[in-house]
């Protein structure tokens, strides 16, 4: 058995779209299950989001901090944003997101994992890309809005942020999953052997 995911899709009777968002949708499918019935699935449609885990040369991730309305937190979290355009190429999109909420660039970047954050109830796929070889990034810095307004900026080593994902400190997908993808793919074959940049990611197709 090769432990793989695949591409499938069951056949869909009817679908509707009761609410359409500024960046999201809900969208509702009548779908044939395999005994012959049909069953009633909501989902969010989402267009898919990349985020970045940037190391820096003393093994500390960049961090930012801002409030989550729906989980009512202010959450640590690794620069993350969505893929506003259809197509867009998702390094260009991270590198976007790097410079526009830590005024940060990086030489060296890697894909680090790919996920589906809630795939039960939403189509949004992640890429988590490592970046490395940080410096500030030149021009003027982005100017922020609503919630990024107040953020805040930290550098956490890793293995202080490992021990506070297992302690249940703190809970975003993005920051638990990179940085423990980060800790694996040192104790295996070393970051070096990452995929590159701009490798094929199935679940968001792009141009290059």
């Known amino acids: 058995m090769t432990i793989r995911d695949v591409a499938q899709e069951w056949e869909i009777r009817a679908t509707q779209t009761p609410f359409v968002g500024n960046k999201t949708s809900v969208r509702t499918d009548d779908v044939v299950m395999p005994d012959g019935s049909v069953a009633r699935r909501d989902y969010q449609v989402h267009p ?8 820096d040369e003393e093994d500390q991730v960049l961090l930012i901090r801002q409030y989550r309305h729906p989980v009512r937190q202010r ?3 690794i620069p993350a944003g969505l893929l506003d355009v259809p197509g867009e190429n998702p390094l260009h999109a991270a590198q976007r997101e ?11 970047w890697r894909v680090l ?5 809630t795939p039960g109830g939403c189509d ?10 940080l410096s500030e990034a030149d021009g003027e810095r982005f100017e922020t809005e609503h919630e990024e307004t107040d953020m805040e900026h ?8 490992v021990r506070r994902v297992l302690a249940g400190d703190v809970h975003n997908n993005c920051l638990v999953v990179g940085v423990l993808s980060l800790v694996a793919a040192r104790t295996g074959d070393g970051l070096d ?7 094929p990611w199935p679940a968001r197709p792009f141009e290059s």
């Open 124 to 133: 949004e796929a992640v890429r988590i890309f490592l970046a490395r070889d």
């Open 75 to 77: 959450l640590w979290e």
């Open 98 to 108: 790097l410079y526009e909420e830590a005024h940060v660039k990086a030489e060296d």
């Open 48 to 55: 898919g989001s990349v985020a970045v885990l940037a190391l």
């Open 154 to 161: 930290a550098r956490v080593p890793v293995d202080e942020l």
């Open 113 to 117: 994992t790919d996920v589906y954050t």
């Open 193 to 199: 052997v990452l995929r590159p940049a701009d490798a």
